[in-house]
């Protein structure tokens, strides 16, 4: 057998046990999770940490250097095993999971907040209905408007403010659900969330719960007769 073929039956056969090379993996791995671990309990800022947090940031730095080998290998990489016939990958491998130590840090901090400010909207939004839920119907009706009071509210509407009474008036729509009322409309999301808060503080909307205990929008009593008013209105100026 040539002196190839014997290397290369070396490099590429099997061991049951840990070699040198999967033995200096590990130590890069470990040293570098050590150190970027390190790395992060200085970058972080003063208030987020302590004398008793910096074992936790070691352990984390550890923990992220050993999961390079699978992210290596999710990317086809060829650099662990290269580093067999090219050690001077050992440095690359070295630095690379000291760069992905650090930046891991950063881009799990990231997706928490993320998460948690979704949390934070979702419980924003659910004490809010729940508020709402509570409100005795009677506290949310108002008298109808008489002589100039009423026709000043029903000049305060514009033509997308009637689209929008209309739409609700027309379909049941969930609270919250601003994509549905946006497609009926045709109107922007932005918009469309500004007025419905608008028109609520006017008294010509309000939210109730149905009998599976889901918010919806409805239009009051004092919105169906400025909107029949209006809807009236156009169909003699049509008319005419």
């Not at 840990?18 to 040293?31: E, Y």
């Not at 004398?51 to 984390?60: F, H, Q, S």
């Not at 290998?73 to 090219?86: F, I, P, Q, V």
């Not at 997308?160 to 999301?189: K, M, P, W």
Request: hydrophobic letters at 45%.
């Amino acid at each position: 057998m040539s002196n190839e073929l014997t290397t290369a039956y070396q490099v590429s056969a099997p061991s049951g046990a840990l070699d040198a090379h999967m033995l200096m993996i590990l130590a890069i791995m470990l040293v570098a999770g050590l150190l970027g671990g390190a790395a992060n309990y200085y970058l972080a800022e003063r208030d987020e940490r302590s004398a008793n947090d910096r074992g936790k940031y070691l352990v984390l730095g550890v923990v992220a250097a050993l999961t390079v080998p699978l992210f290596l290998n999710m990317m086809s990489s060829t650099l662990l095993e290269g580093a067999r016939t090219k050690p001077v990958d050992f440095f690359a491998f070295a630095g690379f999971c000291l760069v992905y130590v650090i930046a891991s840090r950063r881009w799990f901090e990231n997706a928490v907040q993320r998460l948690l400010g979704q949390v934070e909207q979702v419980r924003k939004d659910l004490r809010e209905m729940q508020q709402e839920a509570h409100e005795p119907v009677v506290a949310t009706r108002e008298e109808p408007v008489a002589g100039s009071g009423k026709e000043e509210a029903r000049d305060s509407l514009s033509y997308n403010d009637v689209e929008i009474l209309r739409a609700i008036a027309e379909e049941n729509f969930v609270y919250g659900n601003l994509a549905a009322i946006c497609e009926r409309t045709g109107l922007a999301r932005d918009f469309v969330s500004q007025r419905l808060a608008a028109l609520k503080a006017q008294a010509l909307i309000e939210t109730r719960i149905n009998d599976k205990n889901v918010l919806h929008w409805t239009v009051s009593a004092k919105g169906r007769g400025l909107l029949g008013e209006i809807l009236d209105a156009r169909d003699e100026a049509r008319g005419s």
